[in-house]
T-cell receptor, first 117, second 110 residues
């Protein structure tokens, strides 16, 4: 149980184009999803918290107009990287929160590798 | 700045040996979680330990938490080549957001 999928798993796009990444909780409903980015050999940095039916909450330093987040249903959140540039190339990972017996746990998707040329 | 700092940054051991990695954090927490990440993959949740717990076990994994020192350790016993991965601690301070440490890259040599 508690499976999260991401699509696509990798994408290559040209500078200036926009890319949409989907995050789905497959077997549970998640009112809250999280978006992270990870540069090579570095840790995960939280970009934003996505709440179903409301606006996302962005971390300091993350441009909300560049990284558009939509959480239209309890099982789907999307991240759109607008006007992508090479410096946006990174590994993007989403997670979905689930209240379990021991506490609130996050279950992570497999990640999406974005390369902007 | 990151909430958690992990030590060591990298660890190389022989199969069958134990691997220990530590995580220190700065502020009070609700819970601390450990995750594993294989190269280029997503994260796998290993263990969650609450702030009022001191030790937790799951199979070959043992996690300790010392809130007075604001530190946690993850011990992997009888390591296997398949344990080769990066291990991250993450702290839940409030609002269910996780802040990740820098990670420890573990290499288990067969």
């Amino acid at each position: 149980g508690a499976v999260v999928s991401q699509h696509p798993s990798w994408v290559i796009c040209k500078s200036g184009t926009s890319v949409k990444i989907e995050c789905r909780s497959l077997d549970f409903q998640a009112t809250t999803m999280f978006w992270y980015r990870q540069f090579p050999k570095q840790s995960l940095m939280l970009m934003a918290t996505s709440n179903e039916g409301s606006k996302a909450t962005y971390e300091q330093g993350v441009e909300k107009d560049k990284f558009l987040i939509n959480h239209a249903s309890l099982t789907l959140s999307t991240l759109t990287v607008t006007s992508a540039h090479p410096e946006d190339s990174s590994f993007y990972i989403c997670s979905a929160g689930l209240l379990a017996g021991a506490g609130y746990e996050q279950y992570f998707g497999p990640g999406t590798r974005l390369t902007v040329t | 700045s990151q909430q958690g700092e992990e030590d060591p940054q990298a660890l190389s051991i022989q199969e069958g040996e134990n691997a220990t990695m530590n995580c220190s954090y700065k502020t009070s927490i609700n819970n601390l979680q450990w995750y594993r990440q294989n190269s280029g993959r997503g994260l796998v949740h290993l263990i969650l330990i609450r702030s009022n717990e001191r030790e937790k076990h799951s199979g070959r994994l043992r996690v300790t938490l010392d809130t007075s020192k604001k530190s946690s350790s993850l011990l992997i016993t009888a390591s296997r080549a398949a344990d080769t991965a990066s291990y991250f601690c993450a702290t839940d301070v409030a609002g269910n957001k996780l802040t990740f440490g820098g990670g420890t890259r573990v290499l288990v040599k067969p």
